[in-house]
């Protein structure tokens, strides 16, 4: 047998929620009586009107659609607080632990944050912030990231976060692409005791993004900067002036939520929609489902709320369910790799989500940093952003669970808006590596190239064949995109971009993407993007990039490069290249390999074959194929030869 199998530890079987046999029930009923189903969940949000239809959707062209619950009206800041306050007022919604470990950490209780998101809310209001508008949210890991994501929830508008580490061109382009003319920023950030220049980067923004008129300045280090009067408010200042009470604005369940920023396998990063009640339905049910929630437990989802998983899983989801949610300012080996589980101990963490690249990176320095920490707490571990390897899952396991917490390895994406493939930790047994069942409501399946569904113990390409309440609703902006995208690759289902392999237990194994998109420490990187960004240098002529494995990232980028006419390689010149990367885009979109090529391998029509390219980078130059069709085949031995690695 390959595989080894986990099965679930008694303590859990014991006190499950819901069982193997639950599980298969659940699931079994989700998608024979979609529509009682779904209503049935629908009552664990609280509605302003209560809907009476479920889901309504079409994949098809023709009558391409996808609505739930159309008819139903409620506000998610509403969901995520105001419900809680007769119950469990009192009870600590927010938990923040500082970059650095000598600070004091901080607390809101349930009271508290409704207090200061109808203060956020009115200070949106009274800039004249509506329904519908769009505001750009550019803010470091401080509770006033969720505040303003709960302010705009409260009054209608629809937010877009931007990652603290995008660069101002990247932000320019958000800005620009959404037409959002309010953004809240925060003077600095910190992360692993460096200052991040947030404000510096918005007024460099500024000159591509004419949009913007206003910016909100939360002073979070009290560090320098310039203040454009007219456009520019210190965030205090303006809270002092409004009131602490904000009635929460009716929404229809349709009604926008949020875009968030995603990079695809070709052009600009999309705007990826979602609407209020499905959306906020699916994270509060996973949450509670994946996570075997329970109230009173303190869980923390160690991501950015600049990404998905920070909206889903630190924000939206747990706050649903009344949780006390862990929200962690700096990164995981910052002043060392003891740091997590130091924070795990400090707050009595019970449950613990992660990506695989931190645990790689942490695994990497040694045991002993988690050894002389208790971690005696935790009972959960969950994982997310990438295939997990079975080292890594493992010694995640073994060493920080100490064999105690079942893994749950969750798949999902931007675009689902929650986990869509995962344990039930109290129901189905792990395999290290397998993000395991389908949840209730998910249907995958697998298909071959030419959309042939495949059964039993296979290997395909994952689509999804039918609607679930938190999938994404639109492109911004561009709704043909968004068929185009997810929807005419195989007719009639979503499809997901990733491949994966079902086993004979039924088990999902993700295989990573089967698309021109790289997925560098969990986070996704279209290699147009990073081409495009080459391009846009002087000295460069042509640009083709692809993913090359990496042993903590994941998968790391690696870049080909054709030079002007006249140009000459250098390592100073690689060493430009990189940067001029990471100032367009962000750090994250770093190149860690680039290789001069003087001709790139293309078709008689001019189609570049980045299957010869892929081989390169990984080292593995045996079995390029048939390079018989190219226009030069010798071009192929010079990139061999000049492999950087
Ligand atoms: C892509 C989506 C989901 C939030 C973070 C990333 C990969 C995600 C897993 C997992 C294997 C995974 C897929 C997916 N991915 N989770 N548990 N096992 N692969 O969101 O940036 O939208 O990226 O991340 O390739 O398509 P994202």
């Given at each position: ?9 008694e303590?859990?079987?014991n ?33 302003v ?5 479920a ?7 023709a ?36 970059d ?27 800039q004249?912030v ?6 750009t949210v ?20 629809v ?5 603290g ?12 692409d959404?037409?959002s ?8 950030g ?10 510096a980067?918005v ?10 008129q206003t910016?909100?300045?939360v ?16 965030y ?36 990826v ?19 075997d929630y ?19 899983y630190i ?8 949780a006390?949610?862990?929200?962690y ?12 589980w ?35 707490s935790?009972r ?7 295939p ?10 073994d ?10 390895d ?66 911004w902006g ?24 079902r ?14 998109v ?20 002087p ?12 042993a ?25 290249l990189?940067d ?24 008689r029509?001019?189609k ?10 990984e ?14 085949p ?12």
């Amino acid at each position: 047998m390959s595989e080894s199998l986990y099965p679930v530890p008694e303590a859990w079987a014991n006190r499950a929620r819901v069982d193997a046999a639950g599980y298969a029930r659940l699931h079994g009923r989700s998608l024979a009586d979609p529509g009682s189903f779904w209503l049935e969940q629908a009552k664990r949000l609280e509605w302003v009107k209560r809907p009476e239809l479920a889901g309504d959707w079409s994949f098809d062209e023709a009558d391409f659609h996808i609505r739930w619950f159309a008819d139903g009206k409620l506000n998610v800041s509403a969901n995520c607080i105001d419900r809680h306050l007769a119950t469990r007022g009192n009870d600590v919604a927010i938990l923040w632990e500082p970059d650095a470990p000598d600070e004091p950490s901080r607390s809101y209780t349930y009271r508290q944050l409704h207090a200061e998101v109808c203060r956020f809310a009115n200070v949106l209001k009274a800039q004249g912030v509506a329904k519908g508008d769009r505001v750009t949210v550019y803010l470091p890991m401080i509770p006033e990231a969720a505040f303003a994501l709960l302010a705009c929830a409260r009054i209608g508008a629809v937010h877009s976060v931007v990652f603290g580490g995008f660069s101002p061109e990247a932000l320019a382009g958000r800005i620009t692409d959404c037409d959002s003319k309010i953004v809240i920023t925060a003077d600095e950030g910190r992360r692993g005791g460096k200052k991040v220049p947030l404000k510096a980067n918005v007024d460099a923004a500024q000159q591509h993004a004419p949009a913007m008129q206003t910016v909100i300045v939360v002073k979070a280090t009290g560090g320098d900067v310039a203040m454009q009067p007219g456009r520019d408010i210190w965030y205090h200042e303006a809270a002092a002036q409004v009131s602490a009470v904000c009635p929460p604005e009716p929404m229809g369940a349709e009604d926008p939520l949020f875009l968030l920023y995603t990079s695809g396998s070709t052009g600009k990063p999309k705007g990826v929609l979602h609407t209020s009640a499905g959306y906020l339905l699916w994270v509060s049910y996973t949450h509670e489902l994946v996570f075997d929630y329970r109230p009173g437990q303190v869980y923390w989802c160690a991501a950015d709320i600049g990404w998905v998983t920070g909206h889903s899983y630190i924000v939206y989801g747990p706050l649903a369910n009344g949780a006390t949610t862990l929200m962690y300012e700096g990164v995981p080996n910052w002043p060392d790799a003891s740091r997590i589980w130091q924070v795990v101990d400090r707050h009595k963490v019970e449950i613990l989500y992660t990506a695989p690249t931190a645990l790689r990176a942490l695994m990497a320095e040694g045991d002993e940093f988690v050894a002389k920490t208790s971690r005696e707490s935790l009972r959960l571990l969950g994982t997310v952003g990438e295939p997990i390897n079975p080292e890594a899952w493992r010694w995640y396991h073994d060493v920080v669970g100490a064999g105690r917490c079942p893994i749950v390895d969750t798949w999902w994406q931007t675009e689902t808006g929650g986990a869509l493939i995962a344990p039930l930790p109290g129901a189905t047994a792990l395999k290290p590596g397998s993000a395991t069942l389908p949840l209730p409501g998910v249907d995958p399946q697998l298909v071959d190239a030419e959309g042939e569904v495949l059964h039993g113990a296979t290997e395909g390409n994952l689509c999804i064949a039918r609607s679930w309440p938190g999938q994404m609703r639109t492109v911004w902006g561009d709704h043909a995109r968004f068929f185009q995208t997810y929807f005419t690759t195989y007719r009639g289902k979503y499809f997901t971009g990733d491949g994966c392999r079902r086993d004979a237990d039924g088990y999902y194994w993700i295989t990573g993407r089967v698309d021109d998109v790289i997925n560098v420490s969990g986070h996704r990187m279209g290699t147009a993007e990073v081409e495009s960004a080459l391009v846009l240098h002087p000295k460069v002529a042509e640009a083709a990039v692809v993913g090359m494995p990496h042993a903590i990232k994941g998968q790391g980028i690696y870049a080909y490069v054709t030079l002007n006419s006249g140009e000459e390689p250098s390592d100073d010149l690689r060493k430009v290249l990189r940067d001029w990367v990471r100032q367009e885009i962000g750090p994250i979109a770093t190149p860690d390999a680039v290789q001069f090529a003087p001709g790139l391998p293309k078709t008689r029509s001019g189609k570049i074959m980045r299957r010869i390219l892929r081989k390169i980078a990984e080292g593995d130059v045996s079995s390029l194929g048939d390079t018989s069709t190219l226009a030069d085949p010798a071009v192929v031995d010079n990139l061999v030869a000049n492999r950087v690695g």
